[in-house]
């Protein structure tokens, strides 16, 4: 029986979380991800070895991993000693498997055996790249974690430098793709910033595949100040040059005062969804009244668990594939 092939494009905890909660279904998962990061650990990695940022890579393929648990904890341990201080072993992993294999892409390729993951795991491009942005009052940030840090609204973002090649194998995956799902996820830095690499817009617009994004729960500050729905996803098809999004899934829960008032301390609010202006771009709303776990001091998350769900029946819907119920 043919698998479904899902291809997942992000980075940040997002897609790993997604990644974690799609690998108990029986689907050929493909996770293209940001190599943009330039903070922490990841960031004096990619500085000093001049290869693409590890951080978001190491966490899907944890995601993914078959390994025993104390395996995947030892791969994601941060040591506190001197020169590797702050650095996951991860990271460090990665990096030493670039010296020895002299590429970036296939150092991902070898831990991923190492670790037996289920799918799949492929950065976006094999290149070092910087994310810069030009905000609305023409400024140029450069460094994707600068970007928020500004606190303006963005107009676009770009890569530096600018013509950097997507691996070739992404591209196959979303020609090959029953599904694509953008997000969840920080919209420019983590979901857009693959959009950047050149050729990976035109392979997702030229895919057959439906294409879905999942919508943030929250607004992000310094990235996405006082955006709906619509207007993420109207970032996403500006960067891409065309509309391509057909599904959407996300949120209408109505949160208490506490909940309200701790986002509005950090300067974040709900991702409002306007069912109109959505239906009038021809995009279908898929939500559930569960999407949305309220955790300790009042943080608000995805359920995992319903939204893998959420994205598992959508593709048996887009497809002939008999129904599978994961255990328990």
């Known amino acids: 029986m043919k698998q479904l092939k899902v291809v997942l ?24 991800v940001t190599v943009a990061d330039d903070g922490g650990s990841t960031g ?11 951080g978001d890579i190491r966490n899907v393929i944890a995601a993914l991993s078959d390994a025993e648990p104390i395996l995947e ?15 996951s072993l991860g990271n460090l992993l990665l990096a030493a498997l670039t010296n020895i294999k002299n590429d970036f892409g296939h150092a991902v390729k070898e831990l991923s055996k190492i670790l037996n993951i289920k799918g799949k795991v492929i950065p976006s491009t094999n290149t070092n790249v910087m ?64 959009l950047c690499v050149k050729g990976m817009s035109d392979a997702i617009l030229s895919s057959k595949a439906p294409k879905l994004y999942i919508a943030n729960i929250m607004t992000q500050p310094g990235e996405t100040n006082n955006y709906d729905v ?26 208490d005062e506490q909940i309200l008032k701790h986002y509005k301390n950090r300067h974040a609010q709900p991702v409002v ?18 999407l949305v776990e309220v955790y300790d001091q009042n943080l608000v998350r995805h359920n995992t668990k319903v939204l893998a769900k959420l994205i598992y029946d959508l593709a048996l819907e887009l497809t002939s594939t008999i129904q599978f119920k994961p255990k328990k």
Request: charged residues 25%.
């Open 9 to 32: 494009i992000g980075g940040g905890t997002g897609l790993s979380v997604l990644a974690r909660g799609l690998r108990e279904y029986p689907i050929d998962i493909t996770a293209i």
């Open 230 to 255: 619509l207007d993420h996803i109207n970032a996403i098809h500006d960067h891409a040059g065309k509309q391509f999004i057909d599904y959407v899934i996300c949120s209408d829960e109505k949160y």
């Open 131 to 194: 994310l810069n942005a030009v905000l609305e009052d023409g400024e140029i940030v450069k460094g994707e974690s600068k970007i928020p840090q500004k606190n303006k609204k963005i107009e676009r973002v770009y890569l530096e430098p600018p013509n950097v090649e997507p691996m070739e194998e992404a591209i196959d995956a979303l020609a090959e793709a029953d599904l694509i799902v953008l997000g969840p996820g920080s919209l420019y830095t983590s979901v857009i910033s693959n």
């Open 273 to 290: 969804m306007n069912e109109d202006d959505l239906t009038k771009n021809n995009i279908k709303i898929i939500t559930s009244s569960n």
């Open 73 to 87: 904890e030892l791969f994601q341990y941060r040591f506190e000693e001197h020169q590797i201080e702050g650095h």
């Open 44 to 54: 004096k990695i990619r500085n000093e070895m001049d290869i693409p940022a590890p």
